[in-house]
């Protein structure tokens, strides 16, 4: 059983810059492929950002491309969303994601109903 936090939401000014961090525990961070998803009110929630077992591999929806960077530390069991030039449409709640993975180097994204393990998520406000 894997045990996702996510922290680092907030309010933040369009064009600033913000960083997600989720931290996991309980089980093998390294056996899991990590993703960010997020859920704008009234929308479904979808696909940000994810990263391969072995972090060199990565993956973006078009909308965020540019302006988010995904990464994990093995290490430390975590793994980052790093948000710049954020747009009000950004304005979500974001959520981490782990996906068992078998092979260490795919990082694509996947749908949210294949996810294995959600945190709680954290609310993100950019405004105009």
């Known amino acids: 059983q894997v045990q996702l936090v996510e922290s680092g939401g907030g309010l933040v000014q369009a064009g600033g810059s913000l960083r997600l961090s989720c931290a996991a525990s309980?089980?093998?961070?390294?056996?899991?492929?990590m993703g960010w998803f997020r859920q704008a009110p009234g929308k479904k929630r979808e696909f940000v950002a994810s990263v391969s077992r072995s972090g060199d591999s990565t993956s973006y929806v078009d909308s965020v491309k540019g302006r988010f960077t995904i990464s994990r530390d093995n290490a430390k069991n975590t793994v980052d969303l790093q948000m710049s030039s954020l747009k009000p449409e950004d304005t979500a709640v974001y959520y981490c994601a782990a996906r068992w993975s078998l092979l260490r180097g795919v990082g694509a994204g996947w749908p949210p109903e294949e996810s294995g393990y959600w945190g709680q998520g954290t609310q993100l406000t950019v405004s105009t």
């Open positions: 309980g089980g093998t961070f390294s056996n899991y492929r």
